[in-house]
């Protein structure tokens, strides 16, 4: 049997990208397949979270049926145009909770604390002829959840273990033992730690704002694990050349991988390299309910994890 065509937008670990060669036919678009030749062949896409699918992409496969995304996010596809075309779409929802809620700790404790900045001062030798400043604690203080889903439930777990008291934001309260407080600028205003969970969508769109910076005000800190689209980069720049924010920790950009040269500058930003799932176990599950999502769909089956 002749293999199913798929096209590739995002490069995959060797052991994926071997399982997908073995199973099918892989265009990768990044070397620039002729998309006129091949795109009526194409059945299925491949792709990751920040990617998404270009729409002329999509356009250019007019027998497309189903695009499985490496990644939760789906912010990055023209959920019409499929929805209209009936086309499917998958992602790897639950084996990268986890990770993502672990890299959020330890962006709060490394921001909070100024780790990266310790460990330099120690390596440096700077240590010899000075103390390291004191810095913010980060045990029963009060945390602001903004999208209490998967993620955020997840970093609210590993909260508690710390003492600290957490409130969220959401469209709607959950039935969970924590503080729901619907609209962002209270909840920053109340919030030490201010945790951006949300999916990217256009009511969340710069949801965190001028505004909502001047309410989280000097004391607070943000960290942003989900979209960049979440936030107005440029006010958060503003924010906190200016301190009106204690300080951001940030694994999203708006144009990454390239990194606005503004934040270079500042010692109360730590940056991160758009890397919340990225463990060898965490990667390992996303590319297995990938390809099983992919096997499903060329064998009639039901999908395992298409988005809601
Ligand atoms: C990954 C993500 O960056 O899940 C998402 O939406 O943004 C990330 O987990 C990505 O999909 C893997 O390259």
Not at 87 to 109: F, S, W, Y
Not at 131 to 155: E, N, Y
Not at 231 to 260: C, M, R, S, Y
Request: with cysteine; aromatic share 6%.
């Amino acid at each position: 049997m002749p293999k199913p065509h798929i096209l590739q937008i995002a490069s995959y670990p060797a052991h994926d990208q071997t399982a997908l060669d073995a199973a099918y036919t892989t265009h990768r678009l990044w070397l620039n397949p002729d998309l006129n030749q091949i795109g009526p062949q194409i059945q299925a896409i491949a792709t990751n979270g920040g990617a998404g699918v270009a729409s002329a992409v999509i356009r250019a496969c007019p027998n497309l049926k189903l695009i499985a995304i490496y990644g939760v996010g789906y912010d990055a596809i023209d959920l019409t145009l499929c929805a209209e075309r009936h086309i499917q779409i998958t992602n790897t929802p639950d084996v990268l909770t986890g990770d993502c809620a672990d890299l959020a700790l330890g962006m709060m404790l490394s921001l909070a604390r100024q780790i990266p900045a310790a460990d330099h001062h120690a390596r440096s030798g700077a240590w010899t002829t000075a103390s390291f400043p004191l810095q913010r604690r980060v045990w029963g203080t009060k945390a602001g959840i903004l999208g209490m889903g998967r993620i955020g439930q997840d970093i609210a777990t590993r909260l508690q273990g710390f003492g600290i008291d957490i409130a969220y934001s959401a469209r709607h309260q959950k039935p969970l033992p924590y503080t729901y407080i619907p609209d962002p600028i209270d909840l920053a205003t109340h919030a030490d730690f201010l945790f951006v969970t949300a999916a990217a969508t256009p009511e969340t769109h710069h949801i965190i704002n001028a505004a909502t910076l001047k309410a989280l005000g000097p004391n607070g800190f943000l960290i942003n694990i989900s979209r960049a689209a979440n936030v107005d980069e440029n006010a958060l720049l503003d924010a906190l050349e200016t301190h009106q924010i204690a300080g951001a920790a940030l694994d999203v950009f708006d144009a990454e991988p390239h990194i606005n040269p503004r934040f270079a500058a500042l010692t109360n930003a730590l940056l991160q390299p758009h890397h919340a799932s990225a463990t060898h176990e965490t990667r390992r599950a996303m590319g297995q309910l990938m390809r099983d999502n992919l096997a499903a769909y060329f064998a009639n089956r039901p999908l395992i994890t298409p988005i809601t």
